[in-house]
């Protein structure tokens, strides 16, 4: 199975910090049709997991642009460019190019 | 909208079958996409079970290929899961979600079961 590290496993940051999280996965998630399959989650406190960003960088609908994603291959990064509290949670990267999809270990974001 | 609701026992009695359902509203599950079920362990930890696509084929993450189960009755526009012969270590939230490529995007509120004597 395809493992995907994510670091750091804890963040803290103040409010209008930018952050960064990494995922690396053990295999290129390049997809022989062109697409890689890594997408990112929020988990809130409380909460299903939403969706952020889909393949790599695509902004979900309704997702506010101070996230972004990027990457390819093996490393990819979400960024928020200035934390809000609602942002706190834990954030998941997964992927879906290779059988079966797997998860992150997950990033938790807290407030300093 | 799209909505989808989990329902079923919270809990489990080790060896037993879990069983839940997955209520979608909004969408009619024969219309695309997959339909999967995940499980959150204490922790963080998340895990892919298994999906039921739009046509009826199904696909598992193959460590529990051997005890799980997705069926669907379209007429009631629901999907389930069944894990059978239970442990304490399949104590998780499960959740069902809309999904393709593993992108989820649509969620239920989940469910916390337990499996405990």
């Known amino acids: 199975d395809v493992v995907l590290t994510q670091t750091p496993p804890t963040l803290s940051a103040t409010i209008g910090q930018s952050v960064s999280i990494s995922c690396r996965s053990s295999q290129s998630l390049l997809h022989s049709n062109g697409n890689t399959y890594l997408h990112w989650l929020l988990q809130r406190p409380g909460q299903s997991p939403q969706l952020l960003i889909y393949?790599?960088?695509r902004l979900e609908s309704g997702v506010p642009n101070r996230f972004s994603g990027s990457g390819s291959g093996t490393d990819f990064t979400l960024k928020i460019s200035g934390v809000e509290a609602e942002d706190l949670g834990v954030y998941y990267c997964v992927q879906g190019t290779h059988a079966p999809y797997t998860f992150g270990a997950g990033t938790k974001l807290e407030l300093k | 909208e799209i909505q989808l609701q989990e329902s079923g026992p919270g809990l489990v009695k080790p060896s037993q079958s879990l069983s839940l359902t997955c209520s979608v509203t909004?969408?009619?599950?024969?219309?695309?996409?997959?339909w999967s079920w995940i499980r959150k362990f204490p922790g963080n930890k998340m895990e892919w079970m298994g999906y039921?696509?739009?046509?009826?084929?199904?696909n598992y993450n193959p460590p529990l290929r051997i005890r799980i189960s997705i069926t669907r009755d379209t007429s009631k526009n629901q999907f389930f899961l069944q894990l059978n012969s239970v442990t304490t270590e399949d104590t998780a939230t499960y959740y069902c979600?809309?999904?393709?490529?593993?992108?989820?995007?649509?969620w239920g509120q989940g469910v916390m079961v337990t499996v405990s004597s």
């Open positions: 393949l790599v960088s």
């Open positions: 039921i696509s739009n046509s009826g084929s199904t």
């Open positions: 979600a809309r999904s393709g490529w593993a992108l989820f995007d649509y």
């Open positions: 909004g969408y009619t599950i024969t219309s695309g996409h997959d």
